[in-house]
């Protein structure tokens, strides 16, 4: 199986940069996030045509929405609600050959790494701890969790951690939180473990760059784990930075994990 993550930010803007993704890529699953429609506007006929005809959605008007798009059949579709809120943030479908799939968009943060002056910071926080809770009170087995985290939680998945050490994102509360995530939780950061420790690895350029591949500023916000079971069984991973360069872009990467 061929699975891929991409915030797309804007599902309905960017359905023909996904379907020549899917074809070029040539993905079994896709996993997206920010797809930022509600379900009644979700472009499935334009996914059924290029042949992925099997979907799992959960939008709202303009903002959050995450998807699975397979080219067989999903079972179990369903979603959890998280730090106190139904926003779209989470869902999870079986795949054909039964493996659980969650999908994730957890909250950027706001700009300001502090709480009490900050609700979305706390809001972040909240929520990485609750997806903790729930995943060490029920380990995952043949199951891969995705999504735009939103939190780079190494040295190597920055551009610099010392310039970015108070910048959301990559603090030391949410990297720290994110690696007990995988820790307690019962995952495998397949990616990293592919590339090893030292490979500076990016999923995220800003749009504010003016040139974003000559600056290279970029963040790994972008995760593909498995439950420990899988983890010997990843053969290959690919983060496509090309498709940052695309005409219209998202300013996410997609990322890929042959298994």
């Known amino acids: 199986m061929r699975l891929a993550t991409w915030n797309i930010n804007s599902v309905r803007l960017r359905i023909d940069l996904v379907t020549a993704f899917l074809k070029s890529a ?18 499935a006929d334009a996914l059924i045509e290029a042949g992925w005809a099997h979907h799992a959605i959960r939008g709202e008007k303009s903002y959050n929405g995450v998807a699975i798009i397979a080219r067989e059949p999903l079972s179990d579709s369903g979603h959890m609600d998280w730090a106190g809120r139904e926003d779209c943030r989470h869902i999870s479908a079986t795949t054909a050959n039964g493996i659980k799939v969650h999908n994730f968009y957890v909250p950027a943060g706001g700009d300001v790494p502090d709480r009490d002056e900050n609700p979305k910071f706390g809001h972040k926080l909240d929520f990485i701890a609750e997806m903790t809770a729930y995943f060490s009170q029920n380990k995952p087995q043949r199951s891969i969790l995705v999504g735009d985290l939103n939190i780079a939680p190494l040295a190597e998945d920055v551009w610099s951690t010392k310039q970015l050490k108070n910048v959301v994102s990559h603090t030391d509360i949410e990297r720290d939180g994110l690696l007990r995530l995988i820790n307690d939780g019962g ?44 983890a010997a069984g990843v053969t290959d991973v690919t983060i496509h930075s090309d498709m940052r360069g695309a005409e219209k872009p998202s300013d996410h990467a997609p990322v890929v994990i042959d298994l």
């Open 26 to 43: 040539d993905v079994d699953v896709l996993c997206l996030q920010e797809t930022k429609t509600e379900d009644a506007h979700f472009p």
């Open 187 to 230: 995952w495998s950061d397949v990616v990293r473990q592919h590339f090893g420790d030292d490979e500076v690895l990016y999923s995220w350029w800003s749009y504010r760059a003016r040139d974003w591949a000559a600056s290279n500023r970029g963040r790994r916000l972008d995760h593909i784990w498995t439950s420990r079971d899988l």
